[in-house]
Protein backbone atom coordinates (compact mmCIF):
# COMPACT_ATOMS: atom_id res chain seq x y z
CA UNK A 1 0.00 0.00 0.00
CA UNK A 2 1.96 3.38 -1.36
CA UNK A 3 2.37 6.13 1.27
CA UNK A 4 0.28 9.44 0.90
CA UNK A 5 3.53 11.62 0.17
CA UNK A 6 1.80 14.76 -0.38
CA UNK A 7 2.02 16.48 3.00
CA UNK A 8 6.00 16.18 2.45
CA UNK A 9 6.14 17.15 -1.36
CA UNK A 10 4.25 20.20 0.09
CA UNK A 11 7.00 20.67 2.86
CA UNK A 12 10.18 19.96 0.54
CA UNK A 13 8.08 22.54 -1.81
CA UNK A 14 7.44 25.48 1.19
CA UNK A 15 11.40 24.96 2.27
CA UNK A 16 12.88 26.15 -0.93
CA UNK A 17 10.05 28.68 -1.32
CA UNK A 18 11.46 29.76 2.19
CA UNK A 19 15.33 29.43 0.86
CA UNK A 20 14.68 31.48 -2.21
CA UNK A 21 12.85 34.21 0.07
CA UNK A 22 15.99 34.35 2.02
CA UNK A 23 18.56 34.12 -0.59
CA UNK A 24 16.79 37.49 -1.75
CA UNK A 25 16.07 38.99 1.44
CA UNK A 26 19.04 38.08 3.80
CA UNK A 27 22.40 39.52 2.78
CA UNK A 28 25.25 38.49 5.34
CA UNK A 29 24.42 38.83 8.86
CA UNK A 30 20.89 39.27 10.27
CA UNK A 31 20.33 43.26 10.80
CA UNK A 32 16.71 43.43 10.51
CA UNK A 33 13.65 42.70 11.80
CA UNK A 34 12.63 41.78 8.43
CA UNK A 35 15.83 39.25 7.69
CA UNK A 36 15.39 38.16 11.66
CA UNK A 37 11.68 37.17 10.24
CA UNK A 38 12.58 35.70 7.30
CA UNK A 39 15.39 33.70 8.86
CA UNK A 40 12.92 32.40 11.35
CA UNK A 41 10.40 31.56 8.42
CA UNK A 42 13.33 29.40 6.65
CA UNK A 43 14.05 27.59 10.16
CA UNK A 44 10.35 26.90 10.94
CA UNK A 45 10.20 24.91 7.45
CA UNK A 46 13.23 23.35 8.03
CA UNK A 47 12.04 21.63 11.25
CA UNK A 48 8.72 20.64 9.42
CA UNK A 49 10.05 19.27 6.84
CA UNK A 50 12.69 17.71 8.71
CA UNK A 51 9.85 15.93 11.22
CA UNK A 52 8.05 14.84 8.48
CA UNK A 53 11.25 12.97 6.32
CA UNK A 54 12.13 10.96 9.33
CA UNK A 55 8.35 9.78 10.21
CA UNK A 56 8.19 9.00 6.11
CA UNK A 57 11.60 7.39 6.58
CA UNK A 58 10.13 5.35 9.80
CA UNK A 59 6.99 4.53 7.57
CA UNK A 60 8.76 3.34 4.56
CA UNK A 61 10.87 1.14 6.78
CA UNK A 62 8.32 -0.27 8.68
CA UNK A 63 6.30 -1.15 5.16
CA UNK A 64 9.60 -2.47 3.50
CA UNK A 65 11.76 -3.95 5.67
CA UNK A 66 9.30 -4.73 8.93
CA UNK A 67 8.36 -2.98 11.89
CA UNK A 68 10.25 -5.58 14.22
CA UNK A 69 13.28 -4.01 12.65
CA UNK A 70 12.40 -0.70 13.28
CA UNK A 71 10.51 -0.25 16.23
CA UNK A 72 12.57 1.00 19.02
CA UNK A 73 15.19 2.53 17.08
CA UNK A 74 17.15 5.54 17.63
CA UNK A 75 16.69 8.17 15.21
CA UNK A 76 20.76 7.66 14.16
CA UNK A 77 19.68 3.76 13.47
CA UNK A 78 17.07 4.64 11.84
CA UNK A 79 18.98 6.42 9.16
CA UNK A 80 21.26 4.17 8.93
CA UNK A 81 19.01 1.31 7.97
CA UNK A 82 17.50 4.09 6.06
CA UNK A 83 20.73 4.52 4.02
CA UNK A 84 20.88 0.76 3.89
CA UNK A 85 17.31 0.22 2.63
CA UNK A 86 18.83 3.54 -0.20
CA UNK A 87 16.16 5.55 0.85
CA UNK A 88 18.76 8.02 1.89
CA UNK A 89 23.09 8.99 1.03
CA UNK A 90 25.12 10.92 3.22
CA UNK A 91 23.63 9.33 6.88
CA UNK A 92 26.51 11.63 8.57
CA UNK A 93 24.56 14.46 7.15
CA UNK A 94 20.78 13.22 8.32
CA UNK A 95 22.84 13.05 11.70
CA UNK A 96 23.87 16.85 11.84
CA UNK A 97 20.26 17.62 10.61
CA UNK A 98 19.15 15.61 13.66
CA UNK A 99 21.20 17.96 15.84
CA UNK A 100 20.41 21.00 14.19
CA UNK A 101 16.59 20.08 14.89
CA UNK A 102 17.27 19.30 18.61
CA UNK A 103 18.67 22.97 18.67
CA UNK A 104 15.84 24.92 17.14
CA UNK A 105 14.40 25.17 20.42
CA UNK A 106 17.19 27.95 21.36
CA UNK A 107 16.86 29.72 18.26
CA UNK A 108 16.98 32.48 20.24
CA UNK A 109 20.85 32.77 20.16
CA UNK A 110 21.63 33.93 16.83
CA UNK A 111 24.61 32.14 16.46
CA UNK A 112 22.57 29.24 16.95
CA UNK A 113 20.28 30.33 14.52
CA UNK A 114 22.90 31.47 11.84
CA UNK A 115 24.25 27.99 11.78
CA UNK A 116 20.74 25.77 11.59
CA UNK A 117 19.68 28.95 8.52
CA UNK A 118 22.83 28.10 6.75
CA UNK A 119 22.19 24.00 7.13
CA UNK A 120 18.65 24.17 5.91
CA UNK A 121 19.87 24.88 2.26
CA UNK A 122 22.06 21.17 2.17
CA UNK A 123 19.21 19.54 3.97
CA UNK A 124 16.69 20.62 1.05
CA UNK A 125 18.68 19.61 -1.52
CA UNK A 126 19.02 16.36 0.83
CA UNK A 127 15.42 16.05 1.54
CA UNK A 128 14.30 16.44 -2.26
CA UNK A 129 16.70 13.26 -3.12
CA UNK A 130 14.62 11.42 -0.32
CA UNK A 131 11.22 13.06 -1.61
CA UNK A 132 12.54 11.41 -5.40
CA UNK A 133 13.72 8.18 -4.11
CA UNK A 134 9.99 7.93 -2.05
CA UNK A 135 8.27 8.87 -5.38
CA UNK A 136 9.72 6.25 -6.99
CA UNK A 137 9.50 3.58 -4.48
CA UNK A 138 6.30 4.58 -3.35
CA UNK A 139 4.29 1.25 -3.99
Known sequence: MPLDISSLKKAVDSLDRAL??????IRGQVNTDQEEVIRAGVI?????TYELCWKFMKRWLE??????NVDGSTRKELFRLAAESRLINGVENWFKYHSARNETAHTYDPDKASEIYRL???FAADARKFLEVLEQRND
Not at 20 to 25: E, L
Not at 44 to 48: A, H, I, M
Request: hydrophobic share 50%; aromatic share 10%; charged share 10%.
Open 63 to 68: LNVGSA
Open 44 to 48: QNFEF
Open 20 to 25: KVGAVG
Open 120 to 122: AAP
